[in-house]
């Protein structure tokens, strides 16, 4: 069964209608197919099966607890960035072996938090990191693992904004320091992997093969002064299709490239996807408010789904009821910004007060960045699995949103 596809013309998710869906939660309303998530989940690891690599899904793309909780019963990992990632990898009872700490700013209390939980692995950004968990490890008795995440220098075929690297790039250590800082004797720490992440939404393979190529020689390196390096965390980074002309390589042309550079490596394997799990697993339903000459304005906007307004990037947007004559059209938001437009330029039919629109593959990166700027509460959330549904985010209450405010 396709996640999202028209039954009479009424846009459905699985087999349920989004009409009802709306009528029943209230819009801006984020929607998950569940089937498609497993799918997306089952796809990568068949697609890197003979690497048999840990796959630590990125909660940074979408960190909604059933969600997780969907994935770890597939068997997911996960990659967390921070001490609120933790606090829900937790939540949902995640084996602590198999979390990956990533992230430039780790503070101290949250460093001593994951060390607690006993996280698979910390990966150290610069070499204050590395020292600052050296110190905190040795005050709780703890010998924790930790991967250098490294700064190949490579440039990624993707937007600026998402790129991660390059030199100028504030992300990993550059491949010189990374191997004074592997020179040095950390007594409190097990200093046994390298990690990479050129960035996200990857135009093609070619720049995550020669990070890993760096990372290997790295490891060579490591090895032949000694030391030993014995897993390699290849990032994320894979990207979906936003477009109907869109055909960016899939997991498996990835997988095609990396996993065979990859199988005389005897040590283990990690994967950090994001997007590729959850972007086309989900969509946002938004309702029409006014039509004003050529602009739509809807009740989502940038506060819903920020990823329009800030990298240009480009969401389909489908009438939840099709019929009648197309015309151009551009969608805008609620908010008081110029910049607040979700789509701009495209054929859709005549759309009255009320009418519903869906933006498509909002599952990444979508609720994740959604904010309360104009004081907005935050959206719903609904997973959809065959004919059943359930509300997995209640909508945020004029109430909650300013309860910690003092
Ligand atoms: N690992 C690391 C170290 C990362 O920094 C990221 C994403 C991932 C894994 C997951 O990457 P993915 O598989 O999702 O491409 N907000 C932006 C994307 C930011 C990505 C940040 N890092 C967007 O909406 O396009």
């Not at 039954?7 to 197919?33: K, N, R, W």
């Not at 089937?35 to 997306?40: D, F, H, I, S």
């Not at 190949?152 to 800082?181: C, L, N, Q, R, Y």
């Not at 607040?340 to 609720?367: I, S, T, W």
């Amino acid at each position: 069964m396709l996640p999202f596809q028209y039954i009479d013309d009424q846009l459905h998710c699985e087999a349920v209608p989004l009409a009802a869906l709306a009528a029943e939660f209230g819009t801006p309303l984020y929607v998950y197919s569940a089937n498609r998530l497993r799918e997306n989940y089952r796809r990568i690891a068949s697609a890197f099966a003979q690497l048999k690599p840990t796959i630590c899904y990125s909660v940074k793309a979408n960190g909604n607890l059933s969600i997780l909780r969907l994935l770890k019963d597939e068997g997911a990992g996960f990659d967390i960035v921070s001490g609120g990632e933790l606090f829900r990898v937790m939540t949902i009872g995640a084996e602590a072996g198999k979390v990956v700490f990533a992230g430039v700013g780790k503070t101290a209390a949250e460093i001593e938090a994951a060390l607690r939980a006993g996280v698979g692995w910390i990966n150290v950004e610069s070499e204050g990191e590395l020292r600052r968990v050296n110190e905190i490890a040795g005050r709780l008795g703890a010998k924790p693992n930790v991967a250098i995440r490294l700064r190949p220098d490579v440039e990624a075929d993707t937007h600026h904004h998402i790129s991660t690297g390059s030199a100028a790039s504030k992300f990993g250590v550059p491949m010189e320091a990374a191997w004074a800082m592997a020179r040095r004797h950390w007594p409190n720490v097990s200093l046994r992997g390298v990690h990479v992440h050129i960035g996200s939404q990857l135009g093609s393979p070619n720049g995550t093969l020669r990070a890993i190529e760096a990372a290997l020689e790295f490891a060579r390196r490591a090895s032949r002064a000694g030391a030993q390096i014995d897993s390699l965390d290849i990032g994320g980074g894979f990207p979906v299709a936003y477009r109907d002309d869109d055909a960016p390589p899939d997991v498996e042309a990835f997988a095609a490239i990396i996993a065979p550079r990859l199988d005389s490596w005897p040590g283990r394997i990690l994967i950090e996807p994001g997007r590729s799990v959850v972007a086309n697993s989900g969509l946002l339903l938004t309702s029409v408010q006014y039509n004003k000459e050529r602009i739509v304005i809807v009740d989502a906007g940038m506060h819903t789904l920020i990823r329009p307004a800030l990298y240009e990037a480009h969401h389909r947007v489908w009438p939840v009821e099709r019929g009648g004559e197309l015309r151009r059209a551009d969608v805008a938001g609620p908010i008081c910004e110029s910049a607040d437009f979700l789509a701009r330029d495209r054929m859709l039919p005549p759309m009255a007060e009320g009418d519903l629109l869906a933006v498509l593959d909002a599952g990444a990166y979508g609720l994740a960045m959604a904010s309360n700027y104009n004081s907005r509460p935050l959206p719903a959330e609904v997973m959809v699995d065959g004919e059943s549904y359930r509300l997995i985010r209640r909508r945020q209450t004029p109430g909650e949103m300013i309860a910690s405010e003092v």
